[in-house]
């Protein structure tokens, strides 16, 4: 998968993205396309609301990977501002 911003996510089998969206109720932090196939599902909001709070585990796992990818983010950024701005 490819971000809108032509950046690799490494996303593969198995893989998900929207969670910060789906969790926080948030309009969505990026958008993505597929550089192959793909089989893709989509999960209604409230569907994925209501599952996290009968597994506490998947919860965890969608935190988890929400600070990891705004962690990234974040790397990036301020990568970004040393490039660009020489901050």
Do not use: C, K, W
């Amino acid at each position: 998968l490819r971000s809108a911003g032509d950046d690799a996510l490494g996303a593969g089998q198995g893989q998900f993205f929207g969670e910060i969206s789906a969790l926080r109720g948030t309009p969505r932090t990026n958008s993505v396309r597929a550089m192959g196939e793909l089989i893709a599902f989509r999960f209604p909001r409230m569907d994925i609301v209501q599952l996290v709070e009968h597994q506490p585990e998947l919860r965890t796992i969608f935190e988890r990977t929400i600070q990891a990818r705004s962690a990234e983010t974040l790397e990036r950024i301020e990568e970004h501002a040393r490039i660009f701005y020489g901050v």
